[in-house]
């Protein structure tokens, strides 16, 4: 068989549908923390999935951006090297910002800081105990992620071959599979076994999925009515409310553990090919736009806040709604601040830099 066509101009079409769907797993995280935090509800479902669903939206965004241009070393070191710069100039502030908060509330230095640094700026904590070993709550991700940026290479020539790419989603997805039931379906249970859950074995499925549906996108562009992207979102959440199980981890198992993420991989998929309306592509950017920086930035802000400011307020005060609200607001508008006036520039910059020394990507 040979590798597909190639792709249309207008595969680099910004995908408002994934950017709506973005900012909704941003707020979906922040708002299962903040809940979870203050003691008011736990949403399980929506902190995992809303996890899930980024991973399968970064492999589909890096599919559907960059499937066919990683064909030499310069091309491959640019777009790592582009990749690097998008996360990293956030993640530092924040894991440093998380450090002093960390280092005030136990009145002591963060333990082994140096190499702690060392392995979060280089993301390298993600092939071991990336919970254990990240400075930013909820960092952990991010480490991951990046060891799947340095796979997309290779991972992208299989998308030329629709059986490759459909045999390393399956091996994925068994891996996946099994390393779930070795974990979080161990005897011992999901809360002994969170820390060697939270592995790249545990998204791959995900991330190799968003793969296809990023490289389906640019074969075969097409246009469905939002209202589509509208059922199905609405679908989604409400399964995530009803599988929503008493005890963390019950989710990663049994239906659960097969319906939701497919669920979550139809929710990518429709997204890309739902027509949002042009009134709306403006919200679709900004949504995509805090995506990033609401994730990191939420923990700093809340613990900040409870820890050093407001303790009583956190500590069963009839005023947490409005604490969680306010978090999430301030968390949104300090992204929309670091998006213009850092992650934004940076990116420009990143790209001439790369250009200029690697070559273009």
């Avoid at 990749?83 to 530092?92: D, E, H, K």
């Avoid at 399956?170 to 039931?181: D, E, P, R, S």
């Avoid at 659960?256 to 309306?277: E, I």
């Amino acid at each position: 068989m040979t590798p597909s066509a190639t792709v249309p101009a207008r595969a680099f079409e910004r995908v408002w549908g994934w950017d709506l769907l973005r900012g909704l797993c941003a707020l979906a995280v922040a708002s299962y923390h903040l809940l979870l935090w203050l003691d008011l509800a736990a949403l399980h479902t929506l902190g995992t999935h809303g996890v899930y669903l980024f991973f399968a939206l970064s492999g589909a965004s890096l599919a559907y951006t960059y499937g066919d241009r990683l064909h030499s070393a310069r091309a491959v070191a640019a777009f790592l090297a582009l990749r690097w710069l998008r996360l990293t100039p956030l993640f530092a502030v924040v894991a440093a910002l998380s450090v002093v908060m960390f280092s005030a509330r136990s009145g002591e230095w963060v333990d082994q800081l140096p190499l702690r640094f060392a392995l979060n700026l280089s993301y390298a904590f993600g092939f071991f105990d990336p919970v254990t070993w990240s400075l930013p709550i909820g960092g952990w991700s991010l480490g991951i992620e990046f060891g799947y940026y340095l796979l997309f290479p290779l991972l992208a020539l299989t998308l030329r071959w629709p059986w490759l790419g459909w045999t390393v989603l399956l091996a994925t997805a068994a891996l996946q599979a099994w390393w779930i039931g070795l974990t979080a379906g161990a005897p011992s249970g999901y809360a002994v076994n969170d820390v060697a859950y939270h592995q790249l074995p545990a998204f791959g499925a995900y991330f190799v999925g968003g793969c296809l549906i990023g490289w389906w996108q640019r074969q075969q562009p097409s246009s469905w009515p939002f209202g589509v992207a509208l059922a199905v979102w609405l679908a989604l959440g409400t399964l995530l409310l009803a599988f929503n199980p008493a005890q963390p981890g019950d989710q990663l198992l049994g239906l659960p553990g097969v319906l939701l993420p497919l669920a979550c991989l139809v929710a990518v998929a429709v997204s890309a090919r739902a027509r949002v309306p042009a009134a709306l592509q403006p919200l679709a950017g900004w949504m995509g736009d805090i995506t990033y920086g609401s994730y990191l930035l939420h923990p700093v802000l809340f613990f900040s806040l409870t820890w050093f400011v407001l303790p009583p307020l956190a500590a069963g005060s009839p005023w947490r709604w409005l604490l969680a609200l306010a978090v999430l607001v301030a968390a949104c508008l300090a992204a929309m601040l670091s998006e213009r006036w850092l992650e934004s520039p940076v990116r420009r910059w990143g790209r001439r830099w790369t250009r200029d020394r690697i070559g273009p990507v």
